[in-house]
């Protein structure tokens, strides 16, 4: 895939994710062009700051627009190659409390995106989605796992040889906004920390894997596939010893629509999940337009589910600080 001929948009590319994939996708893989797309212009001012003094900032372009907006999305998606889909409602609390909102956001603004891409004549889109779409017990949860079912059979409404569609399926990111190490890292001066549930476990990945697992996915999809990366899990508490180990601990209670674990994939997805070394690549259950695409995965067993808890890839505290670049506590 020759990336020097292909204009990318990153919806959502202000955030965390976006920073980085900006990042990286410049400096290591030189689109002809790259779309910033977000409703935020002063985080878009912010950014710009980061790229005036380097030599590719010629090649960033920022639009203001939010995914509601189709008028927007069609007019940001002119003679755009590749899509990743970033921008979402995803605090949980939030949504909860602003339902509609949730949903104008992350099932409207999935449609708008998938409706844009296939008559502007996106080649690939790839959307990020959460762990929480797996037998979701939240709003949230709920509007990614009906924003990934869009996404797939979107390729359905792309016909042959027309618009790809796939999803990126991923826990939780060390240091994104809203995670529990920022809070810990603001807790911690006060000398006390605040823990839902001490069995918690949970998945962790660092931004620069999530980046590059999705342009793995880019170039590797054929269409309606939701990727999910083999990443190792954490135990709360060791996260709490990781990041503040002289402070005391108070156990508020979990919250309504937390779980005590995790899924990155259910029972019922396994039936149709490829096993590669890295990664599980679970396909869609009507695909026909990336029928023997992939040849070469591991079944999966029967009743086979991916879980914080049940996971062979366990984090230290000593590991969590090296990927969270904070002192390892002696």
């Not at 809203?178 to 911690?188: A, C, E, K, N």
């Not at 899924?263 to 490829?274: G, M, N, Q, R, V």
């Amino acid at each position: 895939m020759d990336w020097s001929d292909l204009t990318v948009l990153i919806t959502g590319g202000t955030g965390s994710f976006g920073h980085k994939f900006t990042e990286v996708v410049l400096r290591e893989f030189a689109p002809k062009k790259l779309i910033v797309f977000s409703r935020d212009e002063l985080k878009q001012h912010e950014m710009r700051q980061l790229w005036d003094d380097r030599p590719n900032d010629s090649r960033i372009r920022y639009f203001v627009g939010d995914i509601r907006d189709r008028d927007r999305l069609y007019r940001a998606m002119k003679g755009v190659d590749i899509v990743v889909h970033a921008a979402a409602l995803k605090q949980v609390p939030a949504c909860e409390y602003n339902p509609f909102e949730a949903v104008q956001t992350n099932v409207h603004g999935a449609q708008n995106i998938i409706d844009a891409a296939i008559d502007t004549g996106v080649k690939r889109v790839v959307a990020l989605s959460s762990d929480k779409a797996v037998n979701p017990v939240n709003l949230y949860g709920a509007t990614k796992l009906v924003a990934e079912r869009l996404f797939i059979q979107g390729n359905a409404y792309a016909g042959d040889g027309g618009t790809r569609f796939a999803c990126v399926r991923y826990g939780n990111v060390v240091g994104s906004r809203g995670s529990v190490i920022p809070l810990f890292r603001t807790q911690r001066q006060s000398g006390g920390v605040t823990v839902t549930d001490e069995r918690m476990t949970r998945f962790w990945l660092t931004l620069d894997q999530a980046v590059r697992f999705v342009l793995r996915a880019i170039e590797q999809m054929a269409g309606g596939e939701v990727f999910v990366p083999k990443i190792p899990s954490m135990r709360i508490m060791d996260l709490v010893r990781a990041m503040a180990p002289d402070c005391t601990v108070s156990f508020t209670g979990i919250r309504p629509g937390e779980k005590v674990h995790e899924a990155l994939l259910s029972d019922h997805e396994a039936a149709h999940t490829l096993e590669f070394d890295d990664m599980y690549v679970i396909q869609p259950e009507f695909g026909w337009w990336s029928l023997g695409h992939w040849k070469h995965g591991k079944p999966l067993q029967d009743g086979f589910r991916y879980t914080s808890d049940a996971n062979t890839a366990w984090l230290s505290p000593s590991d969590l600080c090296r990927m969270a670049d904070v002192a390892v506590p002696v």
